[in-house]
């Protein structure tokens, strides 16, 4: 199915294809090929505005995720009835918080390419709100980003690192 890639914000330069063509290969990693998901970039003001309406936080972030599909647990697929149901939901990526966010030596694509991992994975259940969950939700975004690495030669680190 599709991967929808949207550029909502005009803060901060960006060229989609790479996103895109890291991003097909974790959806192939992760076996979720079958399923439509979108990834949006906005800017500051709007991901503050989305997390101020969906969590009571009233400032920017680096990435929001909506699930298509309630209740889903950590590490299973959804099972859709329907074939109109094959969709993980949306991603959104602050890009211009990730930016701001980037050390000198980080790449921003290899950044955007983590972060919208990290949201891809809230999409399939994981969560890190305890430390047994976010030991799962960094075990399953480390053995992703590894073989993402093994595959396109870059070396990258789990969003969720440093949580615990």
């Known amino acids: 199915m599709s991967l929808v890639l949207r550029n909502l914000q005009r803060a901060v330069p960006i060229r989609r294809a790479p996103l895109r063509k890291k991003m097909e290969i974790v959806r192939s990693i992760l076996g979720v090929q079958k399923f439509d998901l979108a990834i949006i970039c906005v800017d500051n003001k709007s991901i503050q505005h989305i997390n101020r309406i ?3 936080k009233n400032l920017p972030t680096d990435v929001l995720s909506f699930p298509f599909h309630e209740n889903v647990k950590a590490g299973e697929l959804p099972q859709p009835d329907f074939p109109d149901d094959y969709n993980l939901g949306d991603i959104f990526l602050g890009v211009e918080y990730i930016f701001q966010q980037c050390q000198g030596n980080e790449d ?12 891809l994975c809230h999409l399939l259940g994981f969560t890190h709100s305890t430390q047994a969950e976010w030991q799962k939700m960094y075990l399953k975004e480390k053995q ?4 993402l690495s093994r595959r396109t030669g870059t070396r990258l680190q789990p969003l969720s690192r440093g949580l615990f």
Not at 108 to 117: E, K, R
Not at 144 to 147: D, H, I
């Open 54 to 56: 969906y969590r009571e």
């Open 108 to 119: 921003y694509y290899d950044i955007l390419t983590v972060t919208a991992t990290h949201g």
């Open 144 to 147: 992703v980003l590894e073989e």
